[in-house]
């Protein structure tokens, strides 16, 4: 391990040394709180990449393809993480090395035999996808020094950085339903709540447009709008992810799990004892705590299992959440993996009780989520993982862009401020995409 310091951000070296790359990432923590540890990490060329499409489960070692059976995916990804782990390499507080991809909403059909996903998302983009990486930066956003792990060196960057100047517009952008629409996906899953057959649940529209130039350019306005704790740019060929997630779906360090459920959200302007004490927020965040405890006793010791912050407020750019954090410890029998599955997808973007609201999205949302409301992050070679929710995110393909944003739907949610509570949601986004239009086109 190499250690360095540098006048230029994370963003700025991996634009430098990875922006033309097919095969890249960029886990960006700039909007981390000030407390506590917060990293930036940064690679290209994974050594082998395991991905689960509709034709089925393949993982690539260098030139070498090989199938496997889906039923495989769980030992498959066990056996790479455990095979790849380097046998001498001191203990980091951060993310030296393992695998980083992300998992679609619908892995949950992989997860729970009992759910079935009728619609197809579009684009229709890999189920799970995982680079394994050895060679990587980590920028400490608190010491401001940056680490290079692995046994490629580059030479250190101190001089006048050659980045072009990349460009951006957008073209069509338009919503795939009418507000009219929107409101009445409400009004059915007030039904369904009215029923009995669910508590809470998360319903949400999309907008798509067409776009010209590199997403780079993009993401770099998103970051600068509106930086996030666990916001990522992810290259794969022709998809690009842009995430501005706020949300942690769960972490792993030894065996302490944390997850960060977001439920409860009004505009920056708004007073946020407003938000606190606000009835309906509470109910619904309360109800989303409790799922996220249940679900965290899966895998954890039973009585390890704390509320470490209740409703706290986060704010961000456009908009304030109320954020909790549990935590509790991963049973000896266990491992990153089973607390993934345990966890997936969150509660907070599918409601209460889980599986139904899952059948009851299928149902009353035009077409399959794909990768919106899954998750994106790592599994460490040393047994840790750190995953976001996939919201507030941009998913780009060849020349065509998404962006899907979705509202907490209870038995007294208003049908006006619920699809209201989607636009400012997609407020910041869609300030980055006019801007590096602007700016860069």
Same mark, same amino acid.
């Given at each position: ?69 889906? +039923?495989?995916? +769980?030992?498959?990804?066990?056996? =790479? ?10 203990? =980091? ?114 907008? +798509?447009?067409?776009?010209?130039? +590199? ?169 840790? =993982? ?46 980055? =995409? ?8």
């Amino acid at each position: 391990m190499r250690t360095f310091e540098s006048p230029f951000s994370p963003w700025d070296l991996f634009k430098a040394l990875y922006g033309n790359s097919d095969s890249s990432f960029f886990l960006d923590s700039a909007g981390s709180p000030a407390k506590g540890p917060a990293y930036s990490y940064l690679g290209a060329h994974p050594f082998a990449e395991l991905r689960m499409d509709r034709d089925g489960l393949f993982l690539k070692e260098g030139r070498r393809q090989r199938q496997y059976p889906v +039923s495989k995916l +769980s030992g498959l990804l066990r056996s =790479l993480l455990k095979k790849y782990r380097p046998k001498k390499r001191s203990r =980091l507080p951060f993310f030296s090395g393992g695998a980083v991809g992300f998992l679609g909403y619908e892995m949950a059909a992989f997860f729970e035999k009992k759910v079935r996903f009728r619609k197809k998302p579009k684009p229709q983009t890999p189920f799970l996808y995982f680079g394994f990486y050895r060679d990587l930066i980590v920028y400490d956003h608190r010491k401001k020094k940056y680490f290079e792990l692995g046994s490629r060196r580059r030479p250190l960057i101190t001089g006048t950085l050659e980045v072009k100047n990349e460009r951006f517009h957008v073209h069509r952008f338009h919503a795939e339903m009418s507000e009219g629409q929107f409101k009445g996906m409400i009004t059915k899953a007030k039904r369904f709540i009215k029923a009995g057959d669910i508590y809470q649940s998360n319903l949400s529209q999309r907008f +798509s447009f067409e776009f010209s130039g +590199s997403p780079l350019a993009l993401y770099e306005q998103s970051r600068e709008i509106n930086p996030s704790p666990f916001a990522a740019y992810l290259s794969l060929g022709d998809l690009k992810l842009i995430s501005n997630s706020p949300e942690r779906l769960v972490s792993k360090r030894n065996r302490l799990c944390e997850t960060k459920p977001i439920a409860g959200t009004k505009p920056i302007g708004v007073s946020p004892k407003a938000l606190k004490l606000n009835p309906k927020e509470r109910a619904e965040h309360i109800m989303l705590v409790d799922l996220e405890r249940n679900d965290l006793g899966r895998v954890c010791d039973y009585h390890s299992i704390r509320v470490k912050e209740l409703m706290k407020i986060e704010k961000y750019s456009h908009l304030m959440h109320l954020v909790s954090t549990l935590t509790g410890t991963l049973k000896k029998n266990c491992d990153g993996w089973d607390l993934l599955r345990a966890v997936f997808p969150g509660g907070t973007i599918t409601g209460c009780p889980k599986i139904r609201c899952m059948e009851i999205i299928d149902e009353l949302e035009p077409v399959g989520r794909g990768l919106y409301t899954g998750s994106l992050g790592y599994f460490g070679f040393d047994g840790d =993982l750190d995953f976001n929710i996939v919201i507030r995110t941009l998913i780009l393909k060849r020349n065509r862009g998404w962006l899907q944003v979705g509202a907490g739907i209870v038995q007294d949610s208003d049908p006006r401020l619920e699809y209201e509570e989607t636009l400012h949601k997609g407020e910041a986004l869609c300030e980055a =995409l006019v801007r590096a239009s602007v700016e860069k086109g």
